[in-house]
């Protein structure tokens, strides 16, 4: 049995750098909750999201055939992204880096350049590369799924339970079924707090690509949520309304800048000492 959260993101913030360290906090904190893996799945229209890419190829040995970044002891890091659509909605994506290479050369515009696909060009461009796609937070207010279309939405590979709307399962369950669609979950975390307070269970003896999609797709997979899960958002949140504000104060000419520079530097410190 392997537990996994299937949506976590590597940066605190779309604009923000990437800096490998939120990755080793994300699995400080998995282990911690007994997690055996997490999907690192950047939104592709994100600052330099092949960069994420080609500094965790630095820290961790990716495996390609898998589609996993080897984390110590066994952990596992999936490779995968978040894909923004025309309709206003969002879609998990999960496949080998090669497979999200493909993705983003076989829409009519690449989304790692802003491009947002109307559905059923997301949909048919993830089949051709052979990836796995589910529908994120789907009844999250502005971004609800059903914009695309209800019927539409049994091309999916899945539906999710997201972290973030943990009110909201009941209904994503309901129409799940409704659609014929297994569920997964994942923590929609930005900061290692949020990691984990939802996982997808199952039962597979390895993580990879391969066999998490098909455990998925067979409905063989479980959400399991820590009870803690809405105080783990608020402080998340918390987080990164104070980190985007220094951010901006540190961009600002003059001393004030330079000393509000110092704070984000502190600021990190102590998120990290707190994991
Ligand atoms: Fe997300």
Avoid at 35 to 44: N, R, S, T
Avoid at 90 to 102: E, F, K, M, N, P
Avoid at 145 to 165: I, Q, S
């Amino acid at each position: 049995m392997k537990r996994i959260d299937l949506h976590t993101h590597a940066k605190l913030s779309k604009t923000f750098p990437f800096a490998p360290r939120a990755v080793w906090q994300f699995i400080a904190r998995s282990k911690r909750l007994g997690l055996d893996g997490v999907a690192l799945v950047e939104h592709l229209h994100a600052v330099d999201y092949w960069g994420i890419h080609e500094a965790l190829r630095r820290e961790f040995r990716y495996r390609d055939a898998d589609g996993v970044y080897e984390g110590p002891d066994g952990f596992r890091l999936l490779s995968g992204a978040e894909l923004s659509i025309l309709e206003g909605c969002d879609l998990i994506v999960l496949g080998t880096v090669r497979q999200l290479q493909a993705l983003d050369a076989a829409l009519a515009e690449p989304p790692t350049g802003g491009y947002r696909p109307p559905f059923d060009e997301a949909i048919a461009a993830v089949r051709r590369v052979g990836g796995f796609v589910a529908g994120a937070h789907m009844f999250r207010p502005g971004k609800e799924l059903a914009k695309v279309g209800l019927p539409r939405l049994a091309a999916l590979d899945a539906l999710e339970f997201n972290g973030k709307d943990f009110t909201m399962d009941d209904r994503v369950s309901a129409e799940a079924t409704r659609l014929g669609l297994p569920i997964m979950g994942g923590s929609d975390a930005h900061f290692w707090a949020q990691v984990g307070i939802k996982a997808t269970v199952l039962p597979i003896g390895e993580i990879t690509q391969a066999s998490v999609a098909s455990a998925i797709r067979d409905g063989l997979a479980s959400v399991a949520s820590q009870p803690y899960g809405p105080l783990a958002v608020q402080i998340s949140g918390a987080y990164k309304r104070i980190a985007k504000t220094q951010r901006a104060r540190a961009a600002l000419p003059g001393a004030h800048a330079r000393s509000s520079s110092r704070a984000v530097a502190g600021l990190s410190e102590v998120a990290g000492q707190a994991r």
